[in-house]
């Protein structure tokens, strides 16, 4: 397996991962109120937006390196757009609504602190959708051989 499918397959599949357990943990707090719905928000955005430009631009980059390099160019162009897209998604509502959510108090949080919630974990739930088919799709390219195999890839060893 060459450098790029590797840290494509590592860090793409750390990123997906590390949407879904946000996603779970926004799921889990819709049940409660807004105060401590903030206060767990404040704690959110103090350091997880390292690991999330930790973990994507790394999945982009390799991405885009294994693109230009394999005979499974589509597939991996497919997963390549699906992570900008999240990218572009994440510039566009994420990081304004979280951008705002950084001023809140967790003792007075907005009066329109529910709709917000909604916007940014709808917008959270399509990039992590997105995410998680960008890493399928390279796991399935993964199986096949590529260039730098030279045909001794999976398949190959396989007797396909």
Known sequence: MNYARFASLLFAGLFAGFLTGVAILELSLRGFDATVYTQVRLVELDSLDKLAVATLLPAVL????????????????????LLVFVFGLTLLINLPINADQLEWNAQSPPADWSEVRDRWQLAHAVRTAAAILAFGILAYSASWPSRADNGKGVRARRGR
């Not at 390196?65 to 005979?71: C, D, K, L, M, P």
């Open 62 to 81: 390799s991405t885009a390196v294994w693109a230009y390099r394999t005979n499974t160019r589509w597939p991996t162009v497919s997963a390549l757009a």
